[in-house]
T-cell receptor
Framework: EDQVTQSPEALRLQEGESSSLNCSYTVSGLRGLFWYRQDPGKGPEFLFTLYSAGEEKEKERLKATLTKKESFLHITAPKPEDSATYLCAVQAGYGGATNKLIFGTGTLLAVQP | NAGVTQTPKFQVLKTGQSMTLQCAQDMNHEYMSWYRQDPGMGLRLIHYSVGAGITDQGEVPNGYNVSRSTTEDFPLRLLSAAPSQTSVYFC?????????????FGPGTRLTVL
C-alpha cells in the first residue's frame, strides 16, 4: 500500500537554529514528491516539486532534497515567520491513477524568537 | 485574480441534512479536486475532475457527489450528512496535471455534523 510518513510530528526551534524535516515514502511508481506549507486556518501553499533521486530545490531559507526512499526539507537559519505545518505529498501510479496525491500528516514547526 | 474561493467558511449541519460546498476558480484551470483534512489523517482526496464534464472518485468518495458543468465551478454535495463527515474541506485547482503544474488550494470550509 502506498504510504507517506513525516517526522517529527512537531519541532520547536530557536530563531537561527537550522534543522531538517523528513518525509519517507513507499509507493509504486513515484511520479513526483511535493512539499506544501500550511498556516493555521488556511489552505496548503505549494513550495516544491521533486521528480527524481538526487534532485534539489531551494527557496529562500528552504531546501528540499530527494532520495529513492525519502525527502528532506532543510530549514537554514529559520525565522519566526517560518512557523507553520509542512506537508509532504507523493504522486504515484500509472495511467489514470496518477491524478491523485497521497499526503503525509505533516510536521508542525514552531520557531521561537 | 481571486484564485480558488470556497463558500461557506463554516457550516453546522444536523445528521441527515444535505448541503453543497461551493468551489470556484478564476484561473482557467482544467484540474480541480476536493480534499478533506482530519487530525492525524492528512489530506485525503474525495473527488477530482480533469475538465468540464469529467469527474472521478478519489480515496474517500462515499457520501459525496460532484459535478463539473463549467471550468470554473466544482461543487461538492453531501447527500445525507453524517457525524463522520465532520472535517475541514479544501478545494484545489491546477492548470493541468499536478505532476507539472502548481496546485492552488482554497481557504477551506469547516463542517460540523451534529
Amino acid at each position: 500500500e502506498d504510504q507517506v510518513t513525516q517526522s517529527p510530528e512537531a519541532l520547536r526551534l530557536q530563531e537561527g537554529e537550522s534543522s531538517s524535516l523528513n518525509c519517507s515514502y513507499t509507493v509504486s511508481g513515484l511520479r513526483g514528491l511535493f512539499w506544501y506549507r500550511q498556516d493555521p486556518g488556511k489552505g496548503p501553499e505549494f513550495l516544491f516539486t521533486l521528480y527524481s533521486a538526487g534532485e534539489e530545490k531551494e527557496k529562500e531559507r528552504l531546501k528540499a532534497t530527494l532520495t529513492k526512499k525519502e525527502s528532506f526539507l532543510h530549514i537554514t537559519a529559520p525565522k519566526p515567520e517560518d512557523s507553520a505545518t509542512y506537508l509532504c505529498a507523493v504522486q504515484a501510479g500509472y495511467g489514470g491513477a496518477t491524478n491523485k496525491l497521497i499526503f503525509g500528516t505533516g510536521t508542525l514547526l514552531a520557531v521561537q524568537p | 485574480n481571486a484564485g480558488v474561493t470556497q463558500t461557506p467558511k463554516f457550516q453546522v449541519l444536523k445528521t441527515g441534512q444535505s448541503m453543497t460546498l461551493q468551489c470556484a476558480q478564476d484561473m482557467n484551470h482544467e484540474y480541480m479536486s476536493w480534499y478533506r483534512q482530519d487530525p492525524g489523517m492528512g489530506l485525503r482526496l474525495i473527488h477530482y475532475s480533469v475538465g468540464a464534464g469529467i469527474t472521478d472518485q478519489g480515496e474517500v468518495p462515499n457520501g459525496y457527489n460532484v459535478s463539473r458543468s463549467t471550468t470554473e465551478d466544482f461543487p461538492l454535495r453531501l447527500l445525507s450528512a453524517a457525524p463522520s463527515q465532520t472535517s475541514v474541506y479544501f478545494c484545489a485547482s491546477s492548470l493541468g496535471s499536478f505532476s507539472y503544474n502548481e496546485q492552488f488550494f482554497g481557504p477551506g470550509t469547516r463542517l460540523t455534523v451534529l
